[in-house]
C-alpha cells in the first residue's frame, strides 16, 4: 500500500508477529543459545505470531472492503483478487522455485505432494511435508480467506458481515475440538484446516466490521486508554500457555484471538503514545514491510532439525534476513510499483 493509505502501527506488530516466528524457529538450531524446552515451557510463541498475522489480515482486508464500499456501494471480487495477486505471488513462487531448484541440486529433501500443497496454496491439508515448505500452511489459510472472504462480503453486505464472522468465531473451537477427538493428525487438522483456524481471521474482521460502532462508546475507548489495558497482553501470554488440551484448542485460542484484536485497536487508535511510537517507529516500520518475504525465507535456514553451517546461528539468520531483503527490493517491490503504474494509467484513461 502506498503511504497515504498506510494503517498506523499495523507494521510495528507485524514486525512483533515476525520477531515471534522467529525466535520460535531459532530455538534449538545448531549454535541457538536456547534449546526448544523453552517453547514448551512458554507455549507455542511461533504460532501466536502466525495468530497476530491472521487477526491483523482479518482486519486489514474487511477495513478495505468496507471503505471501497462506502465509496462505491459495492466491491470488484476481480479487482479484489487482482491486486491480491500482485502483492503475494511474485515472492511467493520466486521463493517455491528457488526451493525447487535446491531439492534439484540435492541441497534440500522434498515430501512428495510438497510441490503441489505449495503451488496450490493447500499445504494446510498436506501433514506429510518437509520442513523448508512446511511453513507455507499459513500462508495458504490466508489466500483461502482472500478467495472466500470478499465474495462473502458481497453477498452479505456490511451489514450481515457481523453475524457471518461472529458465527465463524463460534464455530471454529467446535470444530477444533471435534478434529481433536475424531480425526487422523487431529492436532494438524485442529490448527491448520481452515475451518478449525478461520476465527482467528474472522475476529479482525468483526473488529473492523463493529469499528463504527465502537467509535460511539465511551466506556470502551476509555478501557483501551486504561492502565488496566495492561492485563490484556498478560492474558493472551497466559492463554498461550500449555494446558489441558479441551481448553488449547477452545476458549484459550478464543481468548488470544479477542486480546490480539483488542491490541490491535488499541494500537491503531493511538500512534502516537508511547507504544505507538515505538511500533510506528522507522525501523518497526521497515521490518513489519519486510515480514512477507522474511516469513517465507526464514524456514529454510531456521532449521533445527539441520546442522549445516547454513543452518547454524547467527549465520541462518543472517541469510534469512539476506534473502528476504532481496526478495523484497527485487521482486516485491518492482512488482508493487509495476502494479501501481498500471492503476494509474488505468484512472487516468477513464
Given amino acids: 500500500m502506498s503511504g497515504s493509505r498506510r494503517i498506523p502501527s499495523l507494521d510495528g506488530l507485524?514486525?512483533?508477529?515476525?520477531?515471534?516466528?522467529?525466535?520460535?524457529h531459532l530455538l534449538g538450531?545448531?549454535?541457538?543459545?536456547?534449546?526448544?524446552?523453552?517453547?514448551?515451557?512458554?507455549?507455542?510463541?511461533?504460532?501466536?505470531?502466525?495468530?497476530?498475522?491472521?487477526?491483523?489480515?482479518g482486519y486489514l482486508i474487511t477495513s478495505l472492503l468496507l471503505a471501497?464500499?462506502?465509496?462505491?456501494?459495492t466491491i470488484s471480487v476481480t479487482d479484489f483478487y487482482v491486486r491480491r495477486a500482485w502483492r503475494i505471488f511474485p515472492a511467493f513462487y520466486t521463493f517455491v522455485a528457488a526451493m525447487m531448484a535446491a531439492w534439484a541440486m540435492g541441497s534440500i529433501a522434498l515430501h512428495a505432494g510438497d510441490l503441489l500443497a505449495a503451488v496450490t496454496y493447500t499445504m494446510?491439508?498436506?501433514?506429510?511435508?518437509?520442513?523448508?515448505?512446511?511453513?507455507?500452511?499459513?500462508?495458504?489459510?490466508?489466500?483461502?480467506f482472500y478467495l472466500v472472504w470478499p465474495a462473502t462480503f458481497l453477498l452479505a453486505g456490511p451489514r450481515r458481515i457481523v453475524p457471518v464472522a461472529v458465527a465463524m468465531i463460534v464455530l471454529a473451537p467446535c470444530l477444533r475440538a471435534a478434529s481433536f477427538v475424531f480425526l487422523d493428525h487431529a492436532d494438524d487438522v485442529a490448527m491448520?484446516?481452515?475451518?478449525?483456524?478461520?476465527?482467528?481471521?474472522?475476529?479482525?474482521?468483526?473488529l473492523a466490521a463493529l469499528r463504527d460502532r465502537l467509535d460511539r462508546s465511551p466506556a470502551y475507548l476509555a478501557t483501551l486508554r486504561s492502565r488496566w489495558f495492561a492485563l490484556v497482553p498478560l492474558t493472551v501470554v497466559i492463554a498461550n500457555l500449555p494446558t489441558w488440551w479441551a481448553l488449547e484448542?477452545?476458549?484459550?485460542v478464543t481468548i488470544q484471538?479477542?486480546?490480539?484484536?483488542?491490541?490491535?485497536?488499541?494500537?491503531?487508535?493511538?500512534?502516537?503514545?508511547w507504544i505507538g511510537k515505538v511500533l510506528n517507529w522507522a525501523p518497526f516500520v521497515w521490518l513489519g514491510g519486510l515480514s512477507y518475504s522474511l516469513y517465507l525465507w526464514q524456514q529454510p535456514f531456521l532449521d533445527h532439525?539441520?546442522?549445516?553451517?547454513?543452518?547454524?546461528?547467527?549465520?541462518?539468520i543472517a541469510l534469512a534476513f539476506a534473502c528476504a531483503i532481496a526478495s523484497f527490493y527485487l521482486v516485491e517491490q518492482p512488482f508493487l510499483q509495476w502494479r501501481d503504474r498500471r492503476r494509474a494509467r488505468r484512472a487516468a484513461a477513464c
Fill in 14 to 24: 507485524r514486525a512483533v508477529s515476525i520477531v515471534l516466528v522467529l525466535l520460535s
Fill in 257 to 273: 484471538n479477542i486480546g490480539v484484536a483488542l491490541i490491535v485497536d488499541r494500537c491503531v487508535r493511538s500512534p502516537d503514545d
Fill in 249 to 252: 484448542y477452545t476458549s484459550n
Fill in 192 to 206: 491448520e484446516a481452515y475451518p478449525c483456524v478461520m476465527d482467528s481471521i474472522a475476529t479482525g474482521c468483526l
Fill in 124 to 144: 494446510n491439508y498436506h501433514y506429510e511435508r518437509s520442513w523448508e515448505l512446511g511453513h507455507i500452511w499459513s500462508l495458504s489459510i490466508e489466500e483461502q
Fill in 29 to 57: 538450531t545448531r549454535g541457538f543459545p536456547v534449546g526448544t524446552r523453552a517453547m514448551g515451557a512458554i507455549g507455542d510463541f511461533g504460532y501466536l505470531g502466525v495468530r497476530v498475522f491472521f487477526v491483523i489480515s
Fill in 68 to 73: 471501497e464500499h462506502r465509496r462505491t456501494q
Fill in 305 to 316: 532439525f539441520a546442522r549445516s553451517e547454513v543452518n547454524t546461528f547467527p549465520i541462518n
